[in-house]
């Protein structure tokens, strides 16, 4: 029986067209396996949502958007910290970062991982048209922001990079050579979070600047998590994972045990 409450109606068929999304993409979204799955009758859907695609992009919606927020937010106080100083780790840390929290948040879910994996390499006309309009504001900001931490570049050859990486890297959640590269890294009981912002930051400075020394690289990721140690973002991410190297591991939730589902499920995808 559907639930009366229009709000706890709603939030059941997102899940379970979200569960569905994950293991079998736009196909598996039948109206009626959503109904049988959700507890709700197809009028409920009908009434929330109008149509399949409507309700395809709530869920898209639901998980992405917020996810994008964050990043932003954590821009934003980056470049507010550092204004002229801002370097290319620092917008990559602010897209970086909120994936590292969504992939090592337990409650998630193992199908959130999968669901983010099929988002980005989804080809269905409509899911393309979401994703294009989602994250065209955000990475419209994100290349701004690049531009400014490059000045030595130039516009249109700080562009040309901003785009090249964002794109092979954390432009979109679900990239899957991302996601691969962040669970081998999850893995290892003596990764911190600190390590990961260098590997990866280690690769754009040396493009863009051609730093490579890792003091400084340390020094710097170190900053970072610092200036945004008070965000909701790194208090997460500190629950399940070290922050530096040296730091006593977080008891609980364990992040190995996170991280293994996270391998696992690329594997499985």
């Not at 590292?100 to 269905?124: K, N, Y």
Request: aromatic letters at 6%; a neutral charge; charged letters at 20%.
């Amino acid at each position: 029986m559907a639930s009366r409450d229009p709000l706890t109606t709603k939030s059941k068929i997102l899940d379970a067209a979200e569960i569905l999304y994950a293991q079998g993409g736009m196909e598996a979204l039948t109206l009626r396996v959503i109904t049988e799955r959700a507890g709700v009758n197809l009028a409920a859907i009908n009434y929330h949502f109008g149509s399949k695609e409507a309700l395809a992009c709530a869920m898209l919606q639901r998980a992405i958007e917020p996810l994008n927020d964050e990043r932003l937010g954590l821009l934003r106080r980056l470049e507010h910290a550092y204004a002229a100083q801002i370097r290319p780790m620092h917008v990559l840390a602010a897209a970086l970062l909120p994936l590292i929290r969504e992939l090592m948040r337990p409650a998630q879910g193992e199908h959130r991982i999968v669901f983010h994996m099929r988002t980005a390499s989804d080809p269905t006309p409509a899911v393309r048209r979401f994703m294009a309009s989602q994250f065209q504001a955000t990475g419209r900001q994100f290349d701004e922001a690049f531009v400014r931490s490059v000045p030595a570049l130039g516009a249109a050859e700080a562009l040309w990079h901003a785009r090249l990486f964002f794109n092979a890297f954390p432009g979109t959640i679900g990239n899957q050579n991302m996601g691969n590269m962040l669970a081998t890294l999850l893995l290892r009981p003596d990764m911190s979070v600190q390590d990961v912002l260098i590997r990866f930051g280690s690769i754009i400075e040396y493009a863009t600047q051609g730093i490579t020394d890792p003091a400084m690289l340390s020094a710097l990721s170190a900053d970072i998590l610092a200036t945004l140690s008070e965000t909701l973002t790194v208090r997460e991410i500190a629950a399940t994972l070290r922050l530096a190297p040296g730091d006593v591991p977080p008891v609980s939730p364990p992040a190995a045990t996170t991280a293994a589902q996270l391998a696992a499920a690329y594997l499985e995808f």
